[in-house]
């Protein structure tokens, strides 16, 4: 399995500003998830984040509001940018381990914007 | 295409109750199965999984059994505990990306 930890584990932030978001591995990885989680709901995939190339952003989220990094195996960063109370969420980080069937989850990010 | 459907919570028990979570799936091909759990306010972690028709996963008293001909992963405990209480999600891996459940919230009473 692999260990990942997130910074910060929470924050409160007011409207308009951003925040990074930092996501490390105890493992080298391939792929890269960042997930978001509203409250009460289930989780919904932001982007794919692969190293040496540019993140892929599923429908609905785009590159200037979630700038994503990823310079090596075991880093990557998401930035949630010029935020708004309805980006109020958990921020998950996620890694595929094992033979690539598995994927593991990291603690999470809890947001409040006010 | 591919989805997941698990039974809607909450779910309430008394201590030592029999569970049952419903979850079925549509997919293409062969998929991975999965149940996570979400503690309160904690991450995801993996509880258990199947990755082939007729596979059973099993971790801390929890199972499911992976059923090809009812399309169906459902999670079952034979004695539930007040520490059980958290969300739990059903996916499905049929390729690189993780498809989940909507999640079912789980109270257990003592």
Redo the contacts between chains.
Sequence with gaps: ?AVISQKPSRDICQRGTSLTIQCQVDSQVT?M?WYRQQPG???T?IA?ANQGSEATYESGFVIDKFPISRPNLTFSTLTVSNMSPEDSS?Y?CSV?GGFG????????TRLLVL | GNSVTQMEGPVTLSEEAFLTINCTYTATGYP?L?W?VQYPG?????LL?A?KADDKGSNKGFEATYRKETTSFHLEKGSVQVSDSAVY?CAL?PG???I????TRLHILP
């Design positions: 399995s792929m998830f709901q289930s989780l995939l794919t958990i998950l595929v069937e598995t994927q593991y989850f990291g603690p999470g | 991975s999965f996570y904690e991450g995801l972690q993996l999984k990755t999600f891996k690189d990306k993780i989940f459940g909507k999640g």
